[in-house]
């Protein structure tokens, strides 16, 4: 059973950081796709950043520069960091793990940027 669990997410003040954690079991998960995605309430769901089994990263235009994604194939672990946080950061945060046209997703952790 493919089980992605998200973890990190909380309250912080604009400017602040957080780093967002997924830990996966089930899959391979050296030689899956995996991406960060985001849903703000009213909005659909968007990609914010992605790494390959290369480690080739590539980054929604918003976050460049402010968040970076990486991941720990020996702990099964694909990580967030997110610097300069402001209020369109806001919202729920999405690991997803693909291989092929399978894609498999954790639950999400709220994210909530505000004084």
């Known amino acids: 059973q493919v089980q992605l669990v998200e973890s990190g997410g909380g309250l912080v003040q604009p400017g602040g950081s957080l780093r967002l954690s997924c830990a996966a079991s089930g899959i391979a998960f050296s030689i899956y796709f995996l991406g960060w995605y985001r849903q703000a309430p009213g909005k659909q769901r968007e990609l914010v950043a992605s790494?390959?089994?290369?480690?080739?990263?590539n980054y929604a235009d918003s976050v460049k520069g402010r968040f970076t994604i990486s991941r720990d194939n020996a702990k099964n672990t694909v990580y967030l960091q997110m610097n300069s946080l402001n209020a369109e950061d806001t919202a729920v945060y999405y690991c997803?793990?693909?291989?092929?046209?399978?894609?498999?997703w954790g639950k999400g952790t709220l994210v909530t940027v505000s004084a």
């Open positions: 997803m793990a693909r291989r092929g046209l399978q894609p498999y």
């Open positions: 790494i390959t089994n290369g480690d080739n990263t």
